[in-house]
């Protein structure tokens, strides 16, 4: 614990040592224009499926510039869950319900910089949660590289169905940084850092342990922090097409280790088509805290199997159309986009079966973009 | 008490790099930037960006977030919920 | 656990420096008051146009690209200007720097531009008068003079650029 303070501590010290290299930075390098996002609406429904979840909503997004040099951005998201999961068959029954989500946020440009101020609510009948983030992006050396600093804090309040007694809340803060940097004509990388805080109620009030083959409700600690690095390169591969991986290390107090690796590729077909596939592999070794069936009694018990010791792969790709176009002007494209994903647990059993649980899922979005 | 001296240090190397960057006589050796503006039009491309698309991304990250235990760092604004 | 406020601190020192942002301009290789580097061109429509054959009349040479934001706004404005002074001696080349000539023909077309597009599609001009942004705007007096240099461009720059135009033009 002390340890990992420790190592926190020295991200927040090395955030300060960029924030002040930046900002000398900022005085050596020349004028450029940073462009304001352009002027979007975007359509999308989306549906996810597997392991007994259905997932499915509409969103929408507009982003509107103001004066110059504002752009606002007002987005909508609904999920409508329908929940069947391995933990709900085997401990509750199936439940229905839907997650509204609003977010907000402003983004201004002055010469070379952007600084971005957003906020969102998502609201379930049993929580809802509150977001706040300030995010600032800085082109420098030349506009060769890109520096990105952001924070976001965000509280909660928990709540259980049918319970009106139970009420807690969970309070939680991210401090980013990202460097993006240009390679070459045809080459870009980036490194993002982020720190993860969270402080209160930090399981669900509906779910069990185990412990010696008995049902008991699951102990949390109430703190958790974390940090995740991801490295990022997109090449250019000369025939209208591109290249992308990317490698994220996760790793918290909880002492789950995490590991990302993706690999992409996109291409334009024609005049109007383009093309991407990507395949995806995820690993994670578990909490220190979380049991299949716990043999002893601690002070901190889980059976959340999203922090049991897994992997999972997933192979995925997008088409986009662009069918209506004035150069200049507007732009209209429709866009699909399928994942099919399967994850693999090594401790976390099928009560149904006796097996290594074990499940596939399919990620399903069909959208529409518009940018003027 | 360590905080205000964290807080002094950093202010003491702005300052420096500041004053670095003014005093363009004093020679320090700089790195020309090597991708001018002008040849730059391929990494201008949609396909070259990180992010193409906000909406959907999001909604990918977030199916992530619910059924990974790893969180973060991939440049995609999160909300919450309280998805357990 | 309380926030550490170390990097709130740090953020609002970032915001300090942006807002005192006062970056002296690069220095390139064409400095004002030096004579401008002559060039020739392929036009949009075919024939070479050549920088020195200009001298007696106010050149701006804009320098644009068809996947720069800032210049695609910015060319309509200079439109304007060149509509507006060039019966006075006023010329306006634009230089575009796309691989694709025709890409760069078609958005010329669509923007609707009547000042002369020249190819610089293997970027010896660019590099001639090292440009540092994109769009780069060069004033050039009678003399063949560099008189301005602007990198970039805002909203509100074309006011600059005629009461630029007008002085050297008397």
Known sequence: MAATKAALTLWRRLAALLGSLLGGLLAIGGVRAADLPEDTAEGLLHVYNGGGVTAAGPAFLVRKSVADRFSLTGSYYMDAVSNASIDVVTTASKYKETRHEFALSGDYVYRDSQITLGGSTSHEPDYVANRISLDITQEVFGGMTSVALGFTRGDDKVGKKDSPEFSDTARHWQYRLGVSQILSPRWIMSVNAEALSDDGYLGSPYRAARVFGAAVPERNPRTRSARALMLRVNGDLGSRDAMHASYRYYTDTWEIKGHTLELGYSRYFQETWLADTYLRYYTQSGASFYSDNAQSETLYVSRNRQLSTFDNAAIGAKVSWLWRKQPGKYEVKLNGAYEFVHFKFKDFTDLRTGDKYAYSASILQLYVTGTF | MRQPTRTGAALLVLGATLLLGACSSFSVPTVEPWVKPYERERLADPIMRFSRNALPEKHVEHVRDVREGSRGATGVQGGGCGCN | ?170
């Open chain 3, 1 to 170: 656990m309380t926030p550490p406020s170390l990097v709130g601190r740090t953020l609002g020192l970032l915001a300090i420096a942006l807002a005192s942002l006062a970056s002296p301009l690069a220095t390139g290789a064409v400095a004002t008051q030096a004579s401008a580097p002559d060039f020739t061109l392929r036009t949009m429509n075919g024939p070479n146009l050549r920088l020195a054959e200009q001298r007696g009349r106010v050149v701006m040479v804009n320098f644009w690209a068809t996947w720069c934001g800032p210049c695609r706004q910015e060319m309509p404005q200079l439109d304007r200007l060149y509509q507006k002074y060039k019966s006075s001696g006023f010329v306006l080349l634009g230089v575009n720097v796309d691989e694709d000539a025709r890409k760069a023909s078609d958005v010329a077309a669509k923007l609707g531009v009547t000042f002369p597009v020249l190819l610089d599609t293997d970027k010896a001009v660019s590099k001639l008068y090292d440009l540092s942004t994109m769009p780069s705007t060069v004033i050039i007096d009678r003399d063949g003079k560099v008189r301005y240099f602007h990198r970039g461009y805002l909203a509100g720059y074309e006011d600059n650029y005629d009461k630029q135009i007008r002085e050297l033009l008397k």
